[in-house]
């Protein structure tokens, strides 16, 4: 069974342009959780998308958006960037909604540097 | 919204001997605690995780203690291995709808010496 697959692994950008990363869960899963990871902050919760829904939201600024589609593939879009945005954004898929009801699987991660 | 302390932030421990991760939360509404290992590379992957309505639970070489009133839990590792060394997480959440998702702690990289 594949596990979850990240696009691009590796990226970089510029200030003020925008990205988008794309994640596919493993089969089955509905529920698609994005975090962000930095040396200074760790893991921090971005947003949970179950069923195409937005169902929770961290403490993120309004330029990090996301998307779930039919087929339950995300993507996370990120504009005007910023030189503290640079990351390692982690997707985490799991069988049912609410990150905390049970195990979340990660993907390897999309490593953005913005220059 | 919920704060995870985890100390220590490095551990280095000889191979054979025990290693203990601590986290305390802040939010006594939480009630499910999981635990996750970060090889170098990779995601996170759950190793072990505990509800508020259990006090301990262990899986072969790994335990988890969850102390609800002083809101802390630890993660405990027996017989480490090489194959031990890497960064570990502790997290919290609350399963009755909560809007943040999980809460991790900052790690702790984990150094078995041969």
């Known amino acids: 069974k594949a596990g979850v697959t990240q696009t691009p692994r590796y990226l970089i950008k510029t200030r003020g342009q925008q990205v988008t990363l794309s994640c596919s869960p493993i089969?089955?899963?509905?529920?698609v959780s994005w975090y962000q990871q930095t040396p200074g902050q760790g893991l921090q919760f971005l947003f949970e998308?179950?069923?195409?829904?937005?169902?929770n939201k961290g403490n993120f600024p309004g330029r990090f958006s996301g998307r779930q589609f039919s087929n339950s593939r995300s993507e996370m879009n990120v504009s005007t960037l910023e030189l503290g945005d640079s990351a390692l954004y982690l997707c985490?898929?799991?069988?049912?909604?609410?990150?905390?009801?049970?195990?979340?699987?990660f993907g390897e991660g999309s490593r953005l540097t913005v220059l | 919204g919920e704060n995870v302390e985890q100390h220590p932030s490095t551990l280095s421990v000889q191979e054979g001997d025990s290693a203990v991760i601590k986290c305390t939360y802040s939010?006594?509404?939480?009630?499910?605690f999981p635990w996750y290992k970060q090889e170098l590379g990779k995601g996170p992957q759950l190793i072990i995780d505990?509800?508020?309505?259990?006090g301990e639970k262990k899986d072969q070489r790994i335990a988890v203690t969850l102390n609800k009133t002083a809101k802390h839990f630890s993660l405990h590792i027996t017989e480490t291995q090489p194959e031990d060394s890497a960064v570990y997480f502790c997290?919290?959440?609350?399963?009755?709808?909560?809007?943040?998702?999980?809460?991790f702690g900052k790690g702790t990289h984990l150094i078995i010496q041969p």
């Open positions: 997290a919290a959440s609350y399963s009755g709808g909560g809007a943040d998702g999980l809460t």
């Open positions: 089969s089955g899963h509905r529920s």
């Open positions: 939010d006594s509404a939480s009630n499910y």
């Open positions: 505990i509800r508020s309505n259990v």
């Open positions: 985490a898929s799991s069988s049912i909604a609410g990150t905390s009801t049970g195990e979340l699987f």
């Open positions: 998308y179950f069923s195409e829904t937005q169902r």
